[in-house]
């Protein structure tokens, strides 16, 4: 017996230039802050290593990882950034006209902010068709 779920929506929120532009900000200084953290730190504990209570080297490794954490999270919200700017663009300049027939409508669970939500099951077509 084969049980095809149905496909999940996606929601589509466009990003704007100005929202794109604050996240690559925020997350440059992340990278760059944590990146020069990273090298601070990782330059110290090599420094340290011939210290004989050995205090400093594990707190510096724990530091380094954090701080290396901290520059992937900043590099990837660059990335990710530009990458839903690029979708928006291209969805854009390549959208398709189409018409909705809403088929049923049904109360779905509050959202974590406790906004209303509903369930639409829909029928899209082309515009043209």
């Not at 997350?27 to 802050?33: E, H, K, P, Q």
């Amino acid at each position: 017996m084969d049980t095809a779920r149905a496909r999940e929506p996606v929601l589509l929120e466009p990003k704007g230039p100005v929202i794109t532009v604050i996240a690559c900000t925020v997350g440059a200084a992340l990278f760059l802050g944590a990146a020069g953290a990273f090298a601070y730190v990782t330059i110290r504990t090599a420094a340290d290593l011939g210290r004989t209570d050995g205090r400093w080297t594990w707190a510096g490794l724990g530091l380094a990882l954090a701080a290396a954490f901290v520059a992937y999270a900043g590099l990837s919200t660059v990335f990710f950034a530009r990458a839903e700017r690029r979708a928006t663009l291209q969805l854009a300049a390549q959208g398709v006209d189409a018409a909705a027939l809403v088929l049923a409508v049904a109360p779905a669970p509050p959202s974590n902010d406790d906004n209303d939500q509903v369930r639409l099951l829909m029928r899209m077509s082309p515009e043209d068709a």
